[in-house]
């Protein structure tokens, strides 16, 4: 079948997809291993329009970055997927569920679809919030609708196009819009439904979907911090911080916000992480290595937090140049102990600027990490094993990297996803297939059943209560 479904609206897609998922009956492994090799090819033939299509819609963004972080991370999660699924799928009778044994019963969990999932990306990482979520849908026998952002309007284009030529609708289909669209999407009755985004808008999607009773997974962002111990190498602390900063300028759910380091040390840091900065971006104005901003919106809004901030007085050091904002690309943004009142401490930065925090003692800075919202990504760097225990046992956040930053998500077989106001759920893994798939409890009766020569049915005799 290959009709176009630009006719329907979302409420048919997903009623299409539901008739024809039921009608299907169970989707075998080779199925779904086909399905993922369907995402797979299609990725492999056009990675060429689709890195030129997030190209035009940053407005210059590097083709190598778009090619590493949208187009083989997500092939990287489609493998793994298709390589690991028919271990997720195991359904064995499991000895350990002792299922009153005595009556030589037998029991198992079997892992079955939920049936249709909706996900809605975001503009930041285009492909990857699309597509890394799917493999572990489709990986779970689950048919899909997808809805990328209207932010990165060429890139959800060049993807609807190339899905359409290949997918019948019933099994994946795109639809296209802006956020009128997003909030329909976000009404109708999936099956499960994922969302990549803000805290805030997070919040609607899940009041959206409560009404149907769908479950969701909830991809958010927040203040990601870095503790640099004084047990760290700060020449590598430096240099990995900048460079997991200079990703995307900074347009990363993921990306290191809020720097805390020993007083003694922030001058040293700050300096070096100047140097490795300038080192990767000589120039910011019209480096093609450099991302911009994604468009005038977020520009001002990236802008706005470093002007507040130095009209409240705050030290902020500038990489490369004051922000001129010139073909929307800026320069790195270092605030020094910002007042936390100051909207570069209020607000996810999600732009290249950060701010640097000092402490006296670690557990101080660790405090206030716990009296915030709990983010969506923590950073350790140093050397002392026990220190690094103690932060991981007093701390929460979505996932951890230890002396570097931004790799826990690359993690295949570890689940990804935020905790608090930084999201719910995971993809990734076999937490991943785990999220799209109903763990079904079977119990199978044994042949005798002893319940009424033991007393346990009415009429109730001494004899069970005395065995
Ligand atoms: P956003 O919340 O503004 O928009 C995300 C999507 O929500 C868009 O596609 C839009 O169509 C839709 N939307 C907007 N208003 C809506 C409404 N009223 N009802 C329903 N849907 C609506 O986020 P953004 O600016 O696109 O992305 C930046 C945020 O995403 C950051 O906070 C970042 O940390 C987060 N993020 C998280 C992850 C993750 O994996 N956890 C990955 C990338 C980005």
């Not at 079997?110 to 699309?130: D, H, R």
């Not at 609607?204 to 760290?232: H, Q, R, Y």
């Not at 347009?251 to 100047?274: A, F, I, N, Y």
């Not at 640097?356 to 990504?377: C, M, Q, T, W, Y």
């Amino acid at each position: 079948m290959n009709q176009t479904i630009q006719n329907f609206s979302i409420g048919q897609v997903l009623d299409m997809q539901k008739k024809a998922f039921i009608e299907e009956g169970p989707v075998s492994a080779q199925l779904r291993i086909e399905r993922l090799q369907q995402v797979i090819d299609m990725l492999v033939e056009c990675k060429n329009p689709l890195c030129q299509a997030m190209g035009e819609d940053f407005g210059g963004r590097p083709s190598v970055f778009s090619l590493g972080n949208d187009v083989l991370g997500s092939l990287a999660s489609l493998k793994h997927a298709r390589d690991s699924l028919s271990g997720w799928l195991d359904d064995s009778p499991r000895p350990s569920i002792k299922p009153f044994d005595m009556f030589g019963a037998t029991a198992w969990v079997k892992y079955q679809p939920k049936g249709v999932i909706g996900i809605i990306g975001t503009w930041n990482a285009p492909l990857f919030t699309l597509l890394s979520p799917l493999a572990c849908a489709f990986a779970a026998g689950n048919r899909a609708v997808l809805k990328p952002s209207e932010i990165a309007p060429r890139t959800a284009q060049v993807l609807a196009e190339a899905i359409a030529k290949r997918f019948d609708p019933q099994i994946l289909a795109v639809v296209q819009g802006g956020p009128e669209v997003a909030a329909e999407f976000a009404e109708q009755p999936w099956n499960h439904l994922v969302f990549t985004g803000s805290t805030v808008v997070g919040k609607l999607i899940m009041t959206a979907a409560a009404k149907n009773l769908v479950p969701v997974t909830l991809e958010l962002g927040g203040k990601s911090p870095v503790l640099v111990s004084d047990t760290a190498d700060l020449e590598n602390a430096a240099e990995r911080i900048a460079v997991g900063k200079s990703l995307n300028s900074g347009q990363l759910c993921v990306s290191p916000d809020t720097v805390w380091v020993h007083e003694s040390r922030l001058q040293e840091l700050v300096e070096k992480m100047g140097a490795v900065y300038e080192g990767l971006y000589p120039t910011i104005d019209g480096n093609g290595d450099v991302t911009p901003i994604i468009n005038e919106r977020h520009l001002a809004r990236v802008q706005s937090y470093v002007e507040d901030a130095k009209a409240r007085g705050v030290q902020v050091i500038e990489v490369g140049g004051a922000q001129t904002g010139s073909d929307r690309r800026l320069p790195l943004a270092i605030a020094i102990n910002p007042p936390q009142d100051c909207e570069i401490s209020q607000h996810e930065i999600f732009g290249p600027a950060m701010v640097v925090r000092s402490f006296k003692h670690l557990r101080d800075a660790v405090s206030e990490i716990n009296a915030g919202e709990r983010p969506l990504a923590l950073y350790y760097f140093g050397s002392d094993e026990a220190e690094l225990a103690w932060v991981l046992n007093n701390t929460l956040s979505g996932g951890v990297t230890v002396n570097d930053v931004t790799m826990h998500p690359a993690l295949e077989e570890a689940p990804f996803g935020g905790v608090g106001a930084s999201g719910m759920g995971h993809y990734h893994g076999r937490e991943g297939f785990l999220e799209f798939s109903h763990a079904r409890s079977v119990y199978r009766a044994g042949s005798h059943d002893p319940r009424r020569e033991w007393g346990m049915l009415p009429p109730y005799t001494q004899q069970f209560a005395e065995m």
